[in-house]
């Protein structure tokens, strides 16, 4: 990632250059050793230094702005785009990371025009301006899918009364969209920068206000219990608890939060054959094992505290799914970065293509939460926040739901990596990382030769696995027929996958439960990128053939 405080100048023989200066690639970053300037950088012949002639004309100051981005971009990949870009890709990678790197450069530039003299100010205008405008024209998908359910919402209301009784500001109301449950909606025009909603420290559920508790005096001392723990323990008392100043936000939760965790029998064998289906067997086993350690010792430990009708294993259940689908990870005023359940902001629902990325840390001047737009939300318009970089596994186990072509969704593979792929051609294929994946082929860019639509780095990969590196000056014969052998592999692999995933379910999805239709869903998603796949294998050997 980029470093938080961006490096800044303005300098030129009387003024008359302004430069732009990105922050330095961090050598912390686990992925620098990937994105050394000689490794992509270079490669692209940019840098992370930039010369805009105060004289010049808004045609060529967008070049050099359209240069800023790709830098900008690169400097914000995470490990999967850095995998699955490939050499002549320029972006955008994902709308997260243009999100990301349009905010660096707006960033930046606000900085200069705090000092920039008059001769400079016009095109750093005109740079600002423009960036801007591409912020405003990046559209969000998701809210054409979703329609505002009416209903009472006293409940909702109160929590709002709640929220401003205890200082809480917004812009937002919330509202119930079909599918999706609660969400939280612009209640006027939000631009770049505006702070959509502010929560006071006050207010946030983190381990301090646990240390002013009772049970957290109680428990202390035990080794056996972490303070994760304690803060579920704490919840579930708080839940019941009638003069508690959270007693508003507590019956505004939901009664059941339908993650994975609470699938049913039916929603489990929908799954069987699936990553998913282990990945959350096993978390529930943990959970469970958890909770069997706990109780009924602490009702016989601390019966004052425990009342063995409310810690059941609902309950506890319930509290764990309410830290999984609602915490947030916050940098409080006091330095320590903690886990904690925010008031309000809860209700913000997940897209890949958020309105509000950068969050998480508290004003230390006001004491307060803050979540400022990186892109525009319009009135009536559903306002998303970004729950992290998760696949669709991820946020099924523990938020129950599954976003639409997902960036993130990518099946692993478990390939021999002795090979040393510092001695590919490409010198961009060179990685410290020895895991490979594929993803849906609907989101790459190239279709055809030489990688036919799959990751560049798993193509790369098998060339070399299989003794048949691409050579420039070997027959045109003979380079086809390297291609067939990775594309034959491939096949040999996903085509067995496939026929594992079985035929669609001809199940009746409208009367089937929330859980059934969930696990239906994704392994509808698994069939389609492993189908994807075996798509553009078949293809590619159709293209050889021709």
Same mark, same amino acid.
């Given at each position: 990632?980029?470093?938080?405080?961006?490096?800044?100048a303005a300098a030129?023989?009387?003024?008359?250059?302004?430069?732009?200066?990105?922050?330095?690639?961090?050598?912390?970053?686990?992925?620098?050793?990937?994105?050394?300037?000689?490794?992509?950088?270079?490669?692209?012949?940019?840098?992370?230094?930039?010369?805009?002639?105060?004289?010049?004309?808004?045609?060529?100051?967008?070049?050099v702005l359209d240069?800023?981005?790709?830098?900008?971009?690169?400097?914000?990949?995470?490990?999967?785009?850095?995998?699955?870009?490939?050499?002549?890709?320029?972006?955008?990678?994902?709308?997260?990371?243009?999100?990301?790197?349009?905010?660096?450069?707006?960033?930046?530039?606000?900085?200069?025009?705090?000092?920039?003299?008059?001769?400079?100010?016009?095109?750093?205008?005109?740079?600002?301006?423009?960036?801007?405008?591409?912020?405003?024209?990046?559209?969000?998908?998701?809210?054409?899918?979703?329609?505002?359910?009416?209903?009472?919402?006293?409940?909702?209301?109160?929590?709002?009364?709640?929220?401003?009784?205890?200082?809480?500001?917004?812009?937002?109301?919330?509202?119930?969209?079909?599918?999706?449950?609660?969400?939280?909606?612009?209640?006027?025009?939000?631009?770049?920068?505006?702070?959509?909603?502010?929560?006071?420290?006050?207010?946030?559920?983190?381990?301090?206000?646990?240390?002013?508790?009772?049970?957290?005096?109680?428990?202390?001392?035990?080794?056996?219990?972490?303070?994760?723990?304690?803060?579920?323990?704490?919840?579930?008392?708080?839940?019941?608890?009638?003069?508690?100043?959270?007693?508003?936000?507590?019956?505004?939760?939901?009664?059941?939060?339908?993650?994975?965790?609470?699938?049913?029998?039916?929603?489990?064998?929908?799954?069987e054959g699936t990553?998913?289906?282990?990945?959350?067997?096993?978390?529930?086993?943990?959970?469970?094992?958890?909770?069997?350690?706990?109780?009924?010792?602490?009702?016989?430990?601390?019966?004052?505290?425990?009342?063995?009708?409310?810690?059941?294993?609902?309950?506890?259940?319930?509290?764990?799914?309410?830290?999984?689908?609602?915490?947030?990870?916050?940098?409080?005023?006091?330095?320590?970065?903690?886990?904690?359940?925010?008031?309000?902001?809860?209700?913000?629902?997940?897209?890949?293509?958020?309105?509000?990325?950068?969050?998480?840390?508290?004003?230390?001047?006001?004491?307060?939460?803050?979540?400022?737009?990186?892109?525009?939300?319009?009135?009536?318009?559903?306002?998303?926040?970004?729950?992290?970089?998760?696949?669709?596994?991820?946020?099924?186990?523990?938020?129950?739901?599954?976003?639409?072509?997902?960036?993130?969704?990518?099946?692993?593979?478990?390939?021999?990596?002795?090979?040393?792929?510092?001695?590919? $051609?490409? &010198?961009?294929?060179?990685?410290?990382?020895?895991?490979? =994946? !594929?993803?849906? +082929?609907? @989101? /790459?860019?190239?279709?055809?030769?030489?990688?036919?639509?799959?990751?560049?780095?798993?193509?790369?990969?098998?060339?070399?696995?299989?003794?048949?590196?691409?050579?420039? $000056?070997? &027959?045109?014969?003979?380079?086809?027929?390297?291609?067939? =052998? !990775?594309?034959? +592999?491939? @096949? /040999?692999?996903?085509?067995?996958?496939?026929?594992?995933?079985?035929?669609?379910?001809?199940?009746?999805?409208?009367?089937?439960?929330?859980?059934?239709?969930?696990?239906?869903?994704?392994?509808?998603?698994?069939?389609?990128?492993?189908?994807?796949? !075996?798509?553009?294998?078949?293809?590619?050997?159709?293209?050889?053939?021709?």
């Open positions: 990632m980029a470093a938080a405080a961006a490096e800044v030129g023989g009387g003024g008359e250059m302004v430069v732009v200066r990105l922050p330095p690639l961090s050598q912390d970053d686990p992925l620098f050793q990937d994105k050394k300037m000689q490794r992509i950088l270079d490669s692209r012949n940019l840098s992370c230094l930039f010369q805009v002639p105060n004289s010049c004309s808004a045609a060529d100051a967008f070049k240069r800023m981005i790709q830098a900008a971009r690169i400097a914000h990949m995470d490990e999967l785009e850095l995998y699955f870009t490939g050499d002549d890709d320029f972006g955008p990678l994902s709308t997260r990371n243009e999100l990301e790197s349009l905010n660096l450069l707006l960033k930046i530039l606000n900085t200069l025009l705090l000092t920039a003299n008059v001769g400079a100010m016009g095109v750093l205008q005109v740079l600002r301006d423009e960036i801007l405008i591409r912020l405003r024209s990046l559209e969000l998908e998701d809210n054409d899918q979703m329609v505002v359910q009416i209903r009472n919402q006293n409940m909702e209301d109160s929590l709002l009364k709640w929220g401003e009784q205890h200082g809480v500001k917004t812009k937002l109301q919330i509202a119930f969209f079909e599918g999706a449950g609660r969400g939280m909606v612009a209640s006027e025009n939000i631009d770049v920068g505006d702070i959509a909603l502010e929560i006071p420290e006050s207010s946030i559920i983190s381990e301090e206000l646990l240390c002013q508790s009772g049970m957290f005096l109680a428990l202390k001392d035990l080794d056996s219990i972490t303070t994760e723990t304690m803060l579920l323990l704490w919840s579930i008392r708080e839940r019941y608890n009638p003069s508690s100043k959270f007693k508003i936000y507590f019956e505004a939760l939901p009664a059941n939060f339908n993650t994975g965790l609470s699938f049913g029998i039916d929603a489990l064998a929908a799954l990553l998913l289906f282990d990945e959350l067997m096993q978390a529930r086993q943990h959970l469970r094992q958890q909770y069997d350690e706990l109780f009924p010792m602490l009702c016989i430990k601390f019966p004052d505290i425990f009342k063995q009708d409310v810690y059941t294993w609902d309950n506890f259940l319930w509290a764990c799914e309410l830290w999984y689908s609602n915490s947030m990870m916050v940098v409080l005023s006091s330095g320590k970065l903690t886990t904690c359940l925010i008031p309000i902001a809860g209700l913000l629902n997940h897209s890949v293509s958020p309105h509000i990325l950068n969050y998480g840390r508290v004003d230390k001047v006001t004491k307060s939460l803050k979540f400022p737009l990186s892109r525009p939300c319009k009135a009536g318009e559903q306002c998303f926040l970004s729950y992290g970089k998760h696949p669709g596994s991820h946020l099924i186990t523990f938020y129950g739901f599954l976003p639409r072509d997902n960036p993130y969704d990518v099946i692993p593979l478990d390939l021999d990596t002795s090979v040393d792929e510092e001695d590919s $051609s490409s &010198p961009s294929v060179t990685t410290s990382q020895t895991s490979h =994946m !594929v993803r849906g +082929t609907w @989101l /790459s860019r190239l279709r055809g030769p030489p990688t036919y639509g799959l990751p560049h780095r798993l193509v790369s990969h098998l060339h070399a696995i299989l003794g048949c590196n691409q050579n420039e $000056s070997a &027959p045109e014969a003979d380079n086809k027929e390297n291609d067939r =052998m !990775v594309l034959e +592999t491939l @096949l /040999s692999i996903f085509t067995p996958m496939l026929e594992g995933l079985g035929e669609p379910d001809d199940f009746d999805r409208e009367n089937a439960c929330w859980d059934v239709n969930l696990a239906l869903d994704y392994k509808d998603l698994q069939r389609r990128i492993v189908l994807s796949i !075996v798509t553009s294998c078949t293809s590619g050997l159709a293209m050889l053939d021709s």
